[in-house]
Nanobody, 126 residues
């Protein structure tokens, strides 16, 4: 069956960095548009970043643009989220998601993804 397993979360001080990984199995990874989303306590899940299945396109939420970078390694069936200059407001559970050949136009929409990981906690202290 399909599995997405996130790792790399933890506790970091403000202005620090973390790199999240999401390892996928049970699907054709090279055909998957991959997204990162996050959910803070009491808030709705929100889009963070996505990378198109072609690897040619990426997109970011305004709140993380210039600080976060999404990338993928199709040989390792893994998508990454490099997070720099972290802020306390980045504290959340981070989820990766996958959808076969999801279009560029819709890859920010959580409802379009049909596979989700279990999440990894990121806590940024001030």
């Amino acid at each position: 069956q399909v599995q997405l397993v996130e790792s790399g979360g933890g506790l970091v001080q403000a202005e620090g960095s973390l790199r999240l990984s999401c390892a996928a199995s049970g699907l054709t990874f090279s055909r998957q548009t991959m997204g990162w989303f996050r959910q803070a306590p009491g808030q709705e899940r929100e889009f963070v970043a996505a990378i198109h299945w072609s690897s040619r396109f990426t997109t970011y939420a305004d709140s993380v643009k210039g600080r976060f970078t999404i990338s993928r390694d199709n040989g390792k069936n893994t998508v990454y989220l490099q997070m720099n200059s972290l802020k306390p407001e980045d504290t959340a559970v981070y989820y990766c998601a996958a959808r076969d050949t999801l279009s560029v136009a819709t890859m920010t929409e959580s409802a379009r993804y049909n596979y989700w990981g279990q999440g990894t906690q990121v806590t940024v202290s001030s």
